[in-house]
């Protein structure tokens, strides 16, 4: 997205670079072959050009087209071709839902869906027990925050933009050809507006699909700073609360994945494996249990001449706490264990332990 960005406003700068315009085109392809939501670029891409007057020669647009072409023709040629689509089943992501594209990008802006420790695209994530409450609050004003910022950007870009007989769009009190930082704040404010598409589209979506958004969004507040010198200082605090806010939750959260991580980890499923095995013998088994239920982890590696742990119960601290259901099965049904990993607690089923 960097280089799209670099290109664009080297081409807009100066149109006699001519190859500028074609890298840009040629990293579009290849982001939207990556994540398909970026495809948002090409409409905005487009009508930059138109805006800045910058539509290159009909030759250049032809040539233009002629890579686009080369680059999908393997797609083009494996779905006519050699897909089969008789037994096909249709995911469709369009007109699905009109409001997730809206609660998605401020779910983007502010980071909740890592306040969520089970959603449905993710198997786990961070416990943030008992503190879920005042994260939510510290994230949601955070994203709040964001977009206020977002959207006074995009005011004062688009207050330089005049539309008359509403196809004539012209940039006015500006030089088109000379690239300023007004120019610049006009070209990432349609960037960003353009993912209304997903809105008018319904395009279901979730959070990571704005990831590309990412240099936009930093680009654009830097600048909004520097170029709105009667607010500045009200600008660069607001900012720097979110960088506060959604910072410290960062360093949090890390914090709080290194004390307590789960078992299933990288890393950490070879250090229990070892753990059990050197303390059970080969008929013990080990089970998470969690909010969400029961689940099969680890059987013992070792030999029969260690003790039988039996049946292994791991339940971290917090989920004990968290859950009456979680407490009441444990203590009805096994016996605790003086054995401890990490951040879990360990019940069993040998009464002996």
């Known amino acids: 997205m960097s280089i799209f960005i670099i290109s664009l406003l080297k081409y807009i700068n100066n149109t006699t670079s001519i190859i500028f315009f074609h890298i840009a085109g040629i990293v579009i392809n290849i982001m939207v072959q990556m994540m398909p939501q970026s495809i948002v670029l090409i409409p905005s891409f487009i009508f930059i050009l138109f805006l800045f007057r910058k539509l290159p020669s009909l030759v250049n647009q032809v040539i233009h087209f002629a890579i686009q072409l080369a680059l999908v023709y393997p797609w083009i040629h494996y779905h006519l071709f050699v897909f089969e689509w008789d037994g096909f089943e249709s995911g469709q992501k369009l007109y699905k839902g009109f409001s997730s594209s809206i609660i998605e990008y401020l779910n983007y802006l502010g980071g909740w869906v890592l306040n969520s420790e089970y959603t449905t695209y ?7 027990y008992p503190y879920a409450k005042l994260i939510d609050i510290i994230l949601t004003g955070s994203s709040i925050l964001l977009l206020s910022l977002l959207v006074y950007s995009t ?21 088109v050809n000379e690239l300023t930082t007004q120019n610049i704040l006009i070209v990432l404010a349609v960037i960003n507006f353009s993912c209304i598409l997903f809105f008018i589209t319904g395009m279901q979506m979730v959070s990571y699909h704005y990831q590309f958004l990412a240099p936009v969004l930093a680009l ?23 960088i506060l806010l959604q910072g410290s939750f960062s360093y949090w959260r890390a914090y709080s994945e290194y004390k307590k991580p789960y078992a299933t980890d990288i890393g950490y499923s070879e250090q229990f494996t070892n753990y059990i095995t050197n303390n059970c013998n080969a008929d013990s088994a080990a089970y998470i249990l969690d909010p969400m239920g029961l689940h099969f982890f680890q059987s013992s590696k070792s030999d029969h001449d260690k003790t039988s742990c039996g049946k292994l119960i791991l339940v971290l601290r917090d989920h004990y706490a968290q859950s009456k259901i979680v407490r009441w099965l444990l203590e009805k049904n096994y016996t605790k264990t003086d054995m401890k990993f990490k951040d879990y607690l360990i019940w069993s089923s040998n009464k002996e332990l």
Request: charged share 20%; net charge positive.
């Open 220 to 242: 654009n507040m830097s600048l909004l700073i520097s170029y709105e010198k009667k607010f500045k200082k009200l600008l660069a605090s607001v900012l720097m609360l979110i």
């Open 122 to 128: 993710l198997a786990y994530g961070t416990n943030t």
């Open 155 to 175: 005011w004062v870009s688009f207050r330089g933009i005049k539309i008359s007989n509403y196809i004539n769009i012209n940039i006015i009190d500006n030089d």
